[in-house]
């Protein structure tokens, strides 16, 4: 069964409204979740490293200000976007360690904005 | 700076035959290997991992052959069938980056009947 899961899978939400996303560890603490962003057919593009208990680290050009990483457990981080557009319309899927360097991925979360 | 470039970008491979997808890397500090597979709308999924330590690593089907001196790796699905069908992606990272995966451009596998 999953060990990282995502809600919702898929969302649709109006233009200059906001948008929270969660990732969820199920059976173990990650002290570091990470968002990725996904275009059709192309590879993932890290957003941010999720970092428990402190702030986020962006990856350069991604505006931190637009996608908000709150990582308030150890077991859940929320990725929230921000006065979302359609440009922001995308795959978004969060991944998180289970130790060493075997990592998980959620099942991802569609948005779509109109 | 795309540390991991992987090729072909699509393969088209028969029932039965070998598939075979390649990544090279630039940064000699990374020491974990992974490739993931992905169908369509779902999150990647891990299906094989490899260290540098060793050349070679197989499970079922699929086996990851590793050459440190090109920093090279690729990965071998035997008697592919049309399940396979989905995009891979190789990866890499470094203890020190925790779980921060680097990942090449991705192959789109079509495995026909």
């Known amino acids: 069964g999953a060990v990282v899961s995502q809600h919702p899978s898929w969302v649709i939400c109006k233009s200059g409204t906001s948008v929270k996303i969660e990732c969820r560890s199920l059976d173990f603490q990650a002290t570091t979740m990470f968002w990725y962003r996904q275009f059709p057919k192309q590879s993932l593009m890290l957003m941010a490293t999720?970092?428990?208990?402190?702030?986020?680290?962006?990856e350069q050009g991604v505006e931190k200000d637009k996608f908000l990483i709150n990582h308030a457990s150890l077991t859940l981080s929320t990725l929230t976007v921000t006065s979302a557009h359609p440009e922001d319309s995308s795959f978004y899927i969060c991944?998180?360690?289970?130790?060493?360097?075997?990592?998980?991925f959620g099942e991802g979360s569609w948005l779509t904005v109109v | 700076q795309q540390q991991v470039k992987q090729s072909p970008q699509s393969l088209i491979v028969q029932k039965g035959g070998i598939s075979i997808i390649n990544c090279a890397y630039e940064n000699t500090a990374f020491d974990y290997f992974p490739w993931y597979q992905q169908f369509p709308g779902k999150g990647p999924a891990l299906l094989i991992a490899?260290?540098?330590?060793?050349s070679e690593k197989k499970e079922g089907r699929f086996t990851i052959s590793f050459n440190k001196s090109a920093k090279q790796f690729s990965l071998h699905i035997m008697d592919s069938q049309p399940g396979d069908s989905a995009t891979y992606f190789c990866a890499a990272s470094f203890e020190t980056s925790g779980s921060r995966l680097t990942f090449g451009e991705g192959t789109q596998l079509t495995v026909n009947p």
């Open positions: 490899i260290r540098p330590d060793v």
């Open positions: 999720s970092n428990e208990g402190s702030k986020a680290t962006y």
């Open positions: 991944s998180a360690g289970k130790g060493g360097n075997t990592i998980y």
